[in-house]
């Protein structure tokens, strides 16, 4: 397996913009988590999908936030519009009920 | 809520010294228990994993024991290579969810 897949690995873009960033979940695994890793604040769960469905979007910052998971081999996070502070590199991971995490390797992200 | 604390870092070693990276945690029930590693530019790996009071997790000559009785899970190796070099995350979950709680991360700086 190819592992959980993120695209794309690195965004710059300006402050306003729209900024889409996607993930291809391992096969066959029913939960899907995006975090956000920065230095101040460390990794924090954003969003997490059990069987497509959102179960806990306390961490998404705001409303410019939001996460789709149309269905079970696709998940996209949007930030709309992006701002500085936004900047940081976002990680999606994938499971199955409950075990281990496997992550991707991240977007880096980069609001000017 | 649930948390987890984890040292500061940076941590600086010459190789084959012992290494100690404290993790204490607090919550409600019976969490798992969990180290993640980092490398450079990567997503994070699962290193070990403890699921009850007194096992002991170990991977790549890591070990770390879940004490109930002190709320810790430090991870321990007894001599560091260069390659050991990384960000180690300890981490908690709760139930059949999944969702991950982290610490801030500790940077472990191997020198030869």
Redesign the interface.
């Known amino acids: 397996d190819a592992g959980v897949i993120q695209s794309p690995r690195h965004e710059v873009t300006e402050m306003g913009q729209e900024v889409t960033l996607r993930c291809k979940p391992i096969s066959g695994h029913n939960s899907l988590f995006w975090y956000r890793q920065t230095m101040m604040r460390g990794l924090e769960l954003l969003i997490y999908f059990n069987n497509n469905v959102p179960i806990d979007d306390s961490g998404m910052p705001e409303d410019r936030f939001s996460a789709k998971m149309p269905n079970a081999s696709f998940s996209t996070l949007k930030i709309q519009p992006s701002e500085p502070r936004d900047s940081a590199v976002y990680f999606c991971a994938s499971s199955f009920y409950g075990g281990e995490q496997f992550f991707g390797p991240g977007t880096r992200l980069t609001v000017l | 809520g649930d948390s987890v604390t984890q040292m500061e870092g940076p941590v600086t070693l010459s190789e084959e010294a012992f290494l100690t990276i404290n993790c204490t945690y607090t919550a409600t029930g019976y969490p798992s228990l969990f180290w993640y590693v980092q490398y450079p530019?990567?997503?994070?790996?699962?290193l070990l994993?403890a699921t009850k009071a007194d096992d002991k997790g170990s991977n790549k000559g890591f070990e770390a024991t879940y004490r109930k009785e002190t709320t810790s899970f430090h991870l321990e190796k007894g001599s560091v290579q260069v390659s050991d070099s990384a960000v180690y995350?300890c981490a908690l979950?709760q139930?059949?969810?999944?969702?991950?709680?982290?610490?801030?991360?500790t940077k472990l700086s191997v020198k030869p």
């Open positions: 530019g990567e997503g994070l790996q699962l994993k995350f979950t139930g059949s969810q999944g969702n991950l709680i982290f610490g801030k991360g």
